[in-house]
Protein backbone atom coordinates (compact mmCIF):
# COMPACT_ATOMS: atom_id res chain seq x y z
CA UNK A 1 0.00 0.00 0.00
CA UNK A 2 1.45 3.70 -0.58
CA UNK A 3 3.74 5.25 1.87
CA UNK A 4 1.44 7.12 4.96
CA UNK A 5 1.85 9.47 7.37
CA UNK A 6 0.03 7.86 10.91
CA UNK A 7 0.08 4.48 9.37
CA UNK A 8 -0.95 1.87 11.56
CA UNK A 9 1.03 -1.14 9.90
CA UNK A 10 2.99 -1.99 12.81
CA UNK A 11 -0.06 -1.87 15.35
CA UNK A 12 -2.42 -4.16 12.83
CA UNK A 13 -2.23 -7.33 14.95
CA UNK A 14 -2.73 -5.56 17.80
CA UNK A 15 -5.41 -3.26 16.45
CA UNK A 16 -7.21 -6.85 15.30
CA UNK A 17 -6.63 -8.16 19.07
CA UNK A 18 -8.67 -5.49 20.34
CA UNK A 19 -11.01 -6.03 17.88
CA UNK A 20 -11.27 -9.40 18.88
CA UNK A 21 -11.26 -9.29 22.72
CA UNK A 22 -14.87 -8.08 21.83
CA UNK A 23 -18.07 -11.07 22.04
CA UNK A 24 -19.15 -12.45 18.77
CA UNK A 25 -18.15 -9.54 16.76
CA UNK A 26 -19.14 -9.64 12.75
CA UNK A 27 -18.98 -6.10 11.39
CA UNK A 28 -16.66 -3.25 12.19
CA UNK A 29 -16.77 0.31 11.20
CA UNK A 30 -13.58 2.51 10.36
CA UNK A 31 -14.58 6.21 10.16
CA UNK A 32 -11.34 7.25 8.65
CA UNK A 33 -10.02 4.73 6.81
CA UNK A 34 -7.01 6.32 4.72
CA UNK A 35 -4.97 4.03 3.33
CA UNK A 36 -7.56 1.10 4.05
CA UNK A 37 -4.52 -0.59 6.18
CA UNK A 38 -6.77 -1.59 8.75
CA UNK A 39 -9.94 -2.24 7.14
CA UNK A 40 -8.00 -4.62 4.18
CA UNK A 41 -6.37 -6.54 7.53
CA UNK A 42 -9.42 -7.00 9.60
CA UNK A 43 -11.36 -8.00 6.22
CA UNK A 44 -8.73 -10.58 5.65
CA UNK A 45 -9.58 -11.85 9.14
CA UNK A 46 -13.07 -12.36 8.08
CA UNK A 47 -15.27 -9.44 9.52
CA UNK A 48 -17.71 -6.97 7.82
CA UNK A 49 -16.09 -3.76 6.99
CA UNK A 50 -17.88 -0.53 6.88
CA UNK A 51 -15.21 1.76 5.61
CA UNK A 52 -15.37 5.53 5.66
CA UNK A 53 -13.28 8.56 4.42
CA UNK A 54 -13.86 12.32 3.12
CA UNK A 55 -11.07 12.32 0.70
CA UNK A 56 -11.41 11.07 -2.50
CA UNK A 57 -8.36 9.00 -2.78
CA UNK A 58 -9.04 7.18 0.79
CA UNK A 59 -12.59 6.45 -0.70
CA UNK A 60 -10.94 4.78 -4.15
CA UNK A 61 -8.50 2.77 -1.48
CA UNK A 62 -11.11 1.49 0.55
CA UNK A 63 -13.72 0.62 -2.33
CA UNK A 64 -10.47 -1.32 -3.78
CA UNK A 65 -9.47 -3.05 -0.34
CA UNK A 66 -12.66 -3.07 1.64
CA UNK A 67 -16.07 -3.12 -1.04
CA UNK A 68 -14.47 -4.82 -4.19
CA UNK A 69 -13.91 -8.79 -3.45
CA UNK A 70 -11.38 -10.81 -5.40
CA UNK A 71 -13.79 -13.42 -6.17
CA UNK A 72 -15.20 -11.28 -8.59
CA UNK A 73 -12.82 -8.81 -9.78
CA UNK A 74 -9.41 -10.44 -10.30
CA UNK A 75 -9.44 -12.02 -13.53
CA UNK A 76 -10.96 -8.92 -15.11
CA UNK A 77 -8.73 -6.53 -13.01
CA UNK A 78 -5.45 -8.57 -14.47
CA UNK A 79 -6.43 -8.13 -18.10
CA UNK A 80 -7.20 -4.47 -17.57
CA UNK A 81 -3.72 -3.74 -15.85
CA UNK A 82 -1.75 -6.07 -18.62
CA UNK A 83 -3.43 -3.78 -21.22
CA UNK A 84 -2.73 -0.71 -19.64
CA UNK A 85 0.83 -1.70 -18.49
CA UNK A 86 1.32 -1.86 -22.30
CA UNK A 87 0.35 2.07 -22.97
CA UNK A 88 3.33 4.08 -23.69
CA UNK A 89 3.63 7.73 -22.17
CA UNK A 90 2.13 10.59 -23.43
CA UNK A 91 2.79 13.96 -21.64
CA UNK A 92 0.04 15.61 -20.07
CA UNK A 93 -1.14 17.47 -16.90
CA UNK A 94 0.11 15.44 -14.87
CA UNK A 95 3.61 15.19 -16.13
CA UNK A 96 3.56 18.96 -16.41
CA UNK A 97 2.60 19.73 -12.91
CA UNK A 98 3.88 16.83 -10.95
CA UNK A 99 7.60 16.34 -13.38
CA UNK A 100 8.26 19.79 -14.55
CA UNK A 101 7.05 22.28 -12.46
CA UNK A 102 7.48 20.16 -9.81
CA UNK A 103 9.75 17.27 -9.39
CA UNK A 104 7.52 14.55 -7.75
CA UNK A 105 8.33 11.71 -10.24
CA UNK A 106 10.67 11.37 -13.34
CA UNK A 107 9.01 12.60 -16.54
CA UNK A 108 9.32 9.42 -18.58
CA UNK A 109 6.66 8.43 -15.58
CA UNK A 110 5.01 10.81 -15.13
CA UNK A 111 4.36 10.52 -18.69
CA UNK A 112 2.99 6.89 -18.28
CA UNK A 113 0.68 8.04 -15.52
CA UNK A 114 -1.16 10.71 -17.77
CA UNK A 115 -1.62 7.90 -20.84
CA UNK A 116 -2.74 5.64 -18.34
CA UNK A 117 -5.03 8.00 -16.25
CA UNK A 118 -6.75 9.24 -19.74
CA UNK A 119 -7.38 6.11 -20.32
CA UNK A 120 -9.46 4.59 -17.72
CA UNK A 121 -11.50 8.45 -17.90
CA UNK A 122 -12.42 6.92 -21.24
CA UNK A 123 -13.70 3.60 -19.95
CA UNK A 124 -17.01 2.83 -18.78
CA UNK A 125 -15.65 0.61 -15.32
CA UNK A 126 -17.75 -0.78 -12.74
CA UNK A 127 -17.04 1.81 -9.59
CA UNK A 128 -15.51 -1.41 -7.71
CA UNK A 129 -13.16 -2.27 -10.79
CA UNK A 130 -12.45 1.30 -11.82
CA UNK A 131 -11.30 1.83 -7.92
CA UNK A 132 -8.81 -1.30 -8.32
CA UNK A 133 -7.54 0.01 -11.49
CA UNK A 134 -6.79 3.60 -9.81
CA UNK A 135 -5.26 1.80 -7.00
CA UNK A 136 -2.88 -0.23 -8.79
CA UNK A 137 -1.85 2.67 -10.84
CA UNK A 138 -1.52 5.00 -7.26
CA UNK A 139 0.68 2.48 -5.80
CA UNK A 140 2.75 2.32 -9.34
CA UNK A 141 3.02 5.94 -8.91
CA UNK A 142 4.04 5.79 -4.87
CA UNK A 143 6.55 3.06 -5.83
CA UNK A 144 8.67 5.60 -8.03
CA UNK A 145 8.04 8.67 -6.40
CA UNK A 146 10.74 11.09 -4.81
CA UNK A 147 9.43 12.18 -1.54
CA UNK A 148 10.29 12.05 2.01
CA UNK A 149 6.79 10.00 2.16
CA UNK A 150 4.32 12.76 2.06
CA UNK A 151 3.66 15.23 -0.68
CA UNK A 152 4.53 18.90 1.26
CA UNK A 153 7.55 19.07 -0.78
CA UNK A 154 9.82 17.07 -3.34
CA UNK A 155 13.41 15.51 -2.75
CA UNK A 156 15.77 18.55 -4.09
CA UNK A 157 17.73 15.23 -5.34
CA UNK A 158 16.03 12.47 -7.22
CA UNK A 159 15.10 9.20 -4.89
CA UNK A 160 16.91 6.37 -6.26
CA UNK A 161 13.03 4.57 -6.37
CA UNK A 162 12.32 7.14 -9.35
CA UNK A 163 14.66 5.96 -11.69
CA UNK A 164 12.65 2.63 -11.60
CA UNK A 165 9.97 2.15 -14.29
CA UNK A 166 6.22 2.81 -13.42
CA UNK A 167 4.84 -0.88 -13.54
CA UNK A 168 1.06 -1.23 -12.36
CA UNK A 169 -0.14 -4.76 -10.63
CA UNK A 170 -3.11 -5.96 -8.94
CA UNK A 171 -3.90 -5.19 -6.29
CA UNK A 172 -3.75 -7.77 -3.16
CA UNK A 173 -7.66 -7.89 -2.99
CA UNK A 174 -9.21 -9.94 -0.52
CA UNK A 175 -12.31 -13.09 -1.34
CA UNK A 176 -15.78 -11.75 0.50
CA UNK A 177 -16.37 -12.20 4.26
CA UNK A 178 -18.37 -14.77 5.13
CA UNK A 179 -20.05 -12.34 7.18
CA UNK A 180 -21.15 -9.73 4.78
CA UNK A 181 -19.61 -7.78 2.34
CA UNK A 182 -18.34 -5.03 2.89
CA UNK A 183 -19.07 -1.06 1.98
CA UNK A 184 -16.55 2.29 1.23
CA UNK A 185 -18.65 5.65 1.92
CA UNK A 186 -16.71 9.20 1.39
CA UNK A 187 -18.60 11.07 4.61
CA UNK A 188 -17.72 13.48 7.15
CA UNK A 189 -17.41 11.00 9.59
CA UNK A 190 -20.22 12.70 11.51
CA UNK A 191 -22.48 11.91 8.70
CA UNK A 192 -20.92 8.55 8.10
CA UNK A 193 -21.81 7.49 11.89
CA UNK A 194 -25.54 8.86 11.54
CA UNK A 195 -25.42 5.86 8.53
CA UNK A 196 -23.20 3.18 9.30
CA UNK A 197 -23.57 1.21 12.43
CA UNK A 198 -21.27 -2.10 13.56
CA UNK A 199 -20.47 -4.09 16.61
CA UNK A 200 -17.54 -2.32 17.14
CA UNK A 201 -16.23 1.05 16.14
CA UNK A 202 -12.30 1.32 15.17
CA UNK A 203 -11.64 5.23 14.96
CA UNK A 204 -8.52 6.60 13.91
CA UNK A 205 -8.82 10.66 13.55
CA UNK A 206 -6.60 13.22 12.52
CA UNK A 207 -5.14 14.59 15.61
CA UNK A 208 -3.08 17.72 14.87
CA UNK A 209 -2.85 20.16 11.76
CA UNK A 210 -1.50 18.25 9.26
CA UNK A 211 -4.02 17.98 6.87
CA UNK A 212 -4.38 14.23 4.96
CA UNK A 213 -5.14 16.52 1.77
CA UNK A 214 -2.26 18.63 1.92
CA UNK A 215 -0.06 15.77 2.82
CA UNK A 216 -1.36 13.91 0.11
CA UNK A 217 -3.05 16.10 -2.74
CA UNK A 218 -1.40 14.47 -5.58
CA UNK A 219 -3.43 10.96 -5.18
CA UNK A 220 -7.00 13.42 -4.77
CA UNK A 221 -5.43 14.87 -8.22
CA UNK A 222 -4.75 11.65 -9.41
CA UNK A 223 -8.39 9.95 -8.33
CA UNK A 224 -10.24 12.87 -9.38
CA UNK A 225 -8.66 13.85 -12.61
CA UNK A 226 -10.13 17.74 -12.24
CA UNK A 227 -6.55 18.84 -13.46
CA UNK A 228 -7.04 21.36 -11.13
CA UNK A 229 -5.08 24.93 -10.11
CA UNK A 230 -2.08 24.71 -7.88
CA UNK A 231 -0.52 26.82 -6.09
CA UNK A 232 3.04 27.17 -3.87
CA UNK A 233 6.13 25.02 -4.52
CA UNK A 234 4.27 21.95 -3.35
CA UNK A 235 2.04 22.47 -6.36
CA UNK A 236 -0.93 21.49 -4.38
CA UNK A 237 -4.66 21.76 -5.31
CA UNK A 238 -5.89 25.30 -4.72
CA UNK A 239 -8.90 23.46 -2.48
CA UNK A 240 -6.48 22.21 0.00
CA UNK A 241 -6.88 26.18 1.29
CA UNK A 242 -10.84 25.29 1.70
CA UNK A 243 -11.17 21.85 2.36
CA UNK A 244 -10.17 21.71 5.97
CA UNK A 245 -11.47 19.02 8.84
CA UNK A 246 -12.40 19.96 12.30
CA UNK A 247 -10.30 17.34 12.95
CA UNK A 248 -7.25 19.49 12.65
CA UNK A 249 -8.14 22.65 14.63
CA UNK A 250 -6.91 22.42 17.71
CA UNK A 251 -9.74 24.69 18.92
CA UNK A 252 -12.63 22.49 17.41
CA UNK A 253 -10.78 19.07 17.97
CA UNK A 254 -12.69 18.16 21.69
CA UNK A 255 -16.07 19.25 21.06
CA UNK A 256 -16.16 17.83 17.77
CA UNK A 257 -14.56 14.47 18.39
CA UNK A 258 -17.29 14.21 21.98
CA UNK A 259 -20.11 14.50 19.73
CA UNK A 260 -18.13 12.22 17.19
CA UNK A 261 -18.47 9.21 19.64
CA UNK A 262 -21.86 9.92 21.33
CA UNK A 263 -23.02 9.53 17.70
CA UNK A 264 -21.63 6.27 17.16
CA UNK A 265 -23.75 3.19 16.36
CA UNK A 266 -21.82 0.59 17.56
CA UNK A 267 -21.60 -1.56 20.83
CA UNK A 268 -17.93 -1.19 21.56
CA UNK A 269 -15.00 0.86 20.03
CA UNK A 270 -11.42 0.95 19.21
CA UNK A 271 -9.75 4.32 19.55
CA UNK A 272 -6.51 4.76 18.11
CA UNK A 273 -4.69 8.18 19.42
CA UNK A 274 -1.11 9.24 19.52
CA UNK A 275 0.48 11.44 22.38
CA UNK A 276 1.18 13.95 19.52
CA UNK A 277 -2.79 14.67 19.57
CA UNK A 278 -4.45 17.73 20.69
CA UNK A 279 -6.04 16.20 23.85
CA UNK A 280 -3.68 14.14 26.46
CA UNK A 281 -4.31 10.60 27.22
CA UNK A 282 -5.99 11.06 30.55
CA UNK A 283 -8.61 13.53 28.71
CA UNK A 284 -9.04 10.83 26.32
CA UNK A 285 -9.99 8.51 29.12
CA UNK A 286 -12.52 11.11 30.61
CA UNK A 287 -14.35 11.38 27.91
CA UNK A 288 -14.68 7.53 26.43
CA UNK A 289 -15.40 6.81 30.40
CA UNK A 290 -18.65 8.97 29.77
CA UNK A 291 -19.95 7.18 26.70
CA UNK A 292 -22.43 4.13 26.99
CA UNK A 293 -24.99 6.30 30.03
CA UNK A 294 -21.57 6.57 31.89
CA UNK A 295 -21.64 2.63 32.48
CA UNK A 296 -18.34 2.46 29.62
CA UNK A 297 -15.40 0.06 30.53
CA UNK A 298 -12.36 1.84 29.44
CA UNK A 299 -8.73 -0.19 28.92
CA UNK A 300 -5.80 1.45 27.21
CA UNK A 301 -2.53 -0.60 25.59
CA UNK A 302 0.07 1.83 24.52
CA UNK A 303 3.06 1.30 22.23
CA UNK A 304 6.41 3.34 21.69
CA UNK A 305 7.92 3.41 18.15
CA UNK A 306 9.70 5.77 15.78
CA UNK A 307 8.15 9.22 14.57
CA UNK A 308 7.74 8.91 10.79
CA UNK A 309 10.99 9.42 8.34
CA UNK A 310 10.19 13.10 8.37
CA UNK A 311 11.51 13.64 12.43
CA UNK A 312 14.08 11.37 11.89
CA UNK A 313 15.98 13.24 8.79
CA UNK A 314 15.80 16.60 10.74
CA UNK A 315 14.57 20.41 9.91
CA UNK A 316 15.99 21.64 6.57
CA UNK A 317 15.87 25.55 5.10
CA UNK A 318 14.97 25.54 1.21
CA UNK A 319 18.38 24.82 -0.13
CA UNK A 320 18.37 21.59 1.77
CA UNK A 321 20.93 22.67 4.72
CA UNK A 322 20.45 21.01 7.87
CA UNK A 323 19.07 23.99 10.17
CA UNK A 324 18.20 22.18 13.43
CA UNK A 325 17.00 18.87 14.89
CA UNK A 326 12.82 17.95 16.17
CA UNK A 327 11.95 18.10 19.51
CA UNK A 328 11.79 14.28 19.53
CA UNK A 329 12.34 10.66 17.89
CA UNK A 330 10.01 8.48 19.27
CA UNK A 331 6.20 8.34 20.38
CA UNK A 332 3.63 6.18 21.59
CA UNK A 333 0.32 5.45 20.21
CA UNK A 334 -2.49 4.64 22.64
CA UNK A 335 -5.66 1.93 21.78
CA UNK A 336 -8.21 2.78 23.66
CA UNK A 337 -10.72 -0.16 24.30
CA UNK A 338 -14.13 0.85 24.92
CA UNK A 339 -16.90 -1.56 25.78
CA UNK A 340 -20.67 -0.99 26.74
CA UNK A 341 -22.19 -3.12 29.70
CA UNK A 342 -23.59 -5.24 27.50
CA UNK A 343 -20.84 -5.80 25.12
CA UNK A 344 -17.49 -6.65 27.48
CA UNK A 345 -14.12 -6.58 26.42
CA UNK A 346 -11.75 -9.33 27.40
CA UNK A 347 -9.02 -7.29 26.54
CA UNK A 348 -7.49 -7.12 29.92
CA UNK A 349 -6.32 -10.71 29.61
CA UNK A 350 -3.92 -9.01 26.34
CA UNK A 351 -2.77 -6.13 27.72
CA UNK A 352 0.41 -7.70 28.78
CA UNK A 353 0.64 -10.14 25.96
CA UNK A 354 -0.25 -6.99 23.12
CA UNK A 355 3.41 -4.79 23.57
CA UNK A 356 5.17 -7.91 23.51
CA UNK A 357 4.53 -7.63 19.56
CA UNK A 358 6.53 -4.94 18.90
Known sequence: ????????KKLLDSISQCVGSFPEVTSVMDLFSGTSRVGHTLKTRGYQVFANDHNAYASTLARCYVQADLDEWNEEATQIIRELNSLPGQPGYFTETFCENARYFQPKNGERVDAIREEIAKKDLHPELEAIVLVSLMEAADRVDSTTGV????????????????????PALVPRSPNGKGSATQLDAIDAVHSLSADVAYIDP?????????NYHIWETLVLWDKPEVYGIANKRTDVRTRKSVYNSKPAFKKAFEQLLRSVRAKGMVISFSDEGYISRDEMVEIVNSLYD??????????????????????HDLTGKRVGEVSHLRNSEFLFVVSGPDFPSDIQALQEEIPTLF
Open 1 to 8: MIKYLGSK
Open 151 to 170: QMAFLKKWAQRSFNDLEMRV
Open 206 to 214: PYNQHSYLG
Open 294 to 315: GKASVSVVTHDYKRYVGAQIGI
